[in-house]
T-cell receptor, first 112, second 112 residues
């Protein structure tokens, strides 16, 4: 599948601070960009997604931004809480594609 | 509520054994996927299926095969298990035309 680069691989923040995770992709046909969260010992779950006709989407403390020209998208978490500690995966999918391509993940640790 | 189940949470097999991992979904999803998850490598797609009896290779199909005889069931087969196949295996399903992919709880396979 097409590559997606995700940075950073690990991120530690103090409780209440913001966290930002960035991803770049190469397939210009990609049009769907979800983010998955995987808590320790649990399955990955969708937390937010964005489609290519939208530049930004917010859901309470999390937001995603998409820059199709530059082929990068980001996850922003504000007012972080200990329960935000998890591995986050950026994902993208091309038009008409069955499969999702996952980044390598970012391990976020929120320090109380 | 979507449910994806996997036949075992933990499995220990010996080198050279034939191993079957079963996945069942109850949402009539067309697409089903098998991933393996290793630290620092994220989720890597092994095989996927977009319909009964149809299968497509993912990024790392070597050493694996799959079977989809019924829509709700997707099996991953390790013909002759090797120690480098020790990993967490995640099954997932996704409906046609929808974005969210639902994961099973995972099977941690150890090959000794």
């Amino acid at each position: 599948g097409e590559n997606v680069e995700q940075h950073p691989s690990t991120l530690s923040v103090q409780e209440g601070d913001s966290a930002v995770i960035k991803c770049t992709y190469s397939d210009s046909a990609s049009n769907y960009f979800p983010w998955y969260k995987q808590e320790l010992g649990k399955r990955p779950q969708l937390i937010i997604d964005i489609r290519s006709n939208v530049g930004e989407k917010k859901d309470q403390r999390i937001a995603v931004t998409l820059n199709k020209t530059a082929k990068h998208f980001s996850l922003h978490i504000t007012e972080t809480q200990p329960e935000d500690s998890a591995v986050y995966f950026c994902v993208h999918s091309g038009a008409g594609s069955y499969q999702l391509t996952f980044g390598k993940g970012t391990k976020l640790s929120v320090i109380p | 509520d979507v449910k994806v189940t996997q036949s075992s949470r933990y499995l220990v097999k010996r080198t050279g054994e034939k191993v079957f991992l079963e996945c069942v979904q109850d949402m009539d999803h067309e697409n089903m996927f098998w991933y393996r998850q290793d630290p620092g490598l994220g989720l890597r797609l092994i095989y996927f299926s977009y319909d009964v009896k149809m299968k497509e290779k993912g990024d790392i199909p070597e050493g694996y095969s799959v079977s989809r005889e019924k829509k709700e069931r997707f099996s991953l087969i390790l013909e002759s298990a090797s120690t480098n196949q020790t990993s967490m295996y995640l099954c997932a399903s996704r409906g046609r035309g929808t974005g969210e992919q639902y994961f099973g709880p995972g099977t941690r396979l150890t090959v000794t």
